[in-house]
T-cell receptor, first 119, second 119 residues
Framework: AQTVTQSQPEMSVQEAETVTLSCTYDTSESDYYLFWYKQPPSRQMILVIRQEAYKQQNATENRFSVNFQKAAKSFSLKISDSQLGDAAMYFCAYRSAGLFMDSNYQLIWGAGTKLIIKP | GAGVSQTPSNKVTEKGKYVELRCDPI?????LYWYRQSLGQGPEFLIYFQGTGAADDSGLPNDRFFAVRPEGSVSTLKIQRTERGDSAVYLCASSPMVPRVGEDTGEQFFGPGTRLTVL
């Protein structure tokens, strides 16, 4: 079974600085997706960034980028130029690629990291 | 509707009562997921629908939990004889029909959740 581990319950960063959130996972599959979701107090899960395991290039979305190390099963999120609106819970999630008829497409989640932005 | 909607937003009930939680997915999305998020934790998978049928209900904790999606759109999660341990946020997500390999973005779109409190 796949597992996702986020070892940082809470991180804080000064506004405008850079912060990195860690995520490791365990799987025997070779093809899968990894995600970072943001959950503000409103509870709405918002996709931040997505990485396909077969792609070697790290995904980037504006101020958000990932460091995907497939062999090490590591998937960290870097937030540059942190803004007050980035404050939220951040969850790392895994999903199988779903190459078979009976594939399960559920997301497997880490425990989350609370990101605090200091003004 | 632009996004996934869930009703009610909050539900307070007494131990032993029956509750129904509703999810209205994005129009045209055939895949629908229910997750449960306990305080301070990441979501946990409950059940996955592809169309009208439950493709995977392995995450339902016991037979007090049941979910339906009779017309392949709206889904209802039903909890009988509620217990205090059922208190959590129940999240619903939807995604498009899983396309051919290579076209699947893997993304799930989430509703705002229903916070269930069992007294």
């Amino acid at each position: 079974a796949q597992t996702v581990t986020q070892s940082q319950p809470e991180m804080s960063v000064q506004e405008a600085e850079t912060v990195t959130l860690s995520c490791t996972y365990d799987t025997s599959e070779s093809d899968y997706y990894l995600f970072w979701y943001k959950q503000p107090p409103s509870r709405q899960m918002i996709l931040v960034i997505r990485q396909e395991a077969y792609k070697q290039q790290n995904a980037t979305e504006n101020r958000f980028s990932v460091n995907f190390q497939k062999a090490a099963k590591s998937f960290s999120l870097k937030i540059s130029d942190s803004q007050l609106g980035d404050a939220a819970m951040y969850f790392c999630a895994y999903r199988s690629a779903g190459l078979f008829m009976d594939s399960n497409y559920q997301l497997i989640w880490g425990a989350g990291t609370k990101l605090i932005i200091k003004p | 509707g632009a996004g996934v909607s869930q009703t009610p937003s909050n539900k307070v009930t007494e131990k032993g009562k029956y509750v129904e939680l509703r999810c209205d997915p994005i129009s045209g999305h055939t895949a629908l997921y229910w997750y449960r998020q306990s305080l301070g934790q990441g979501p946990e998978f409950l059940i996955y629908f592809q169309g009208t049928g439950a493709a995977d209900d392995s995450g339902l904790p016991n037979d007090r939990f049941f979910a339906v999606r009779p017309e392949g759109s709206v889904s209802t999660l039903k909890i009988q004889r509620t217990e205090r341990g059922d208190s959590a946020v129940y999240l619903c997500a939807s995604s498009p029909m899983v396309p051919r390999v290579g076209e699947d973005t893997g993304e799930q779109f989430f509703g705002p959740g229903t916070r269930l409190t069992v007294l």
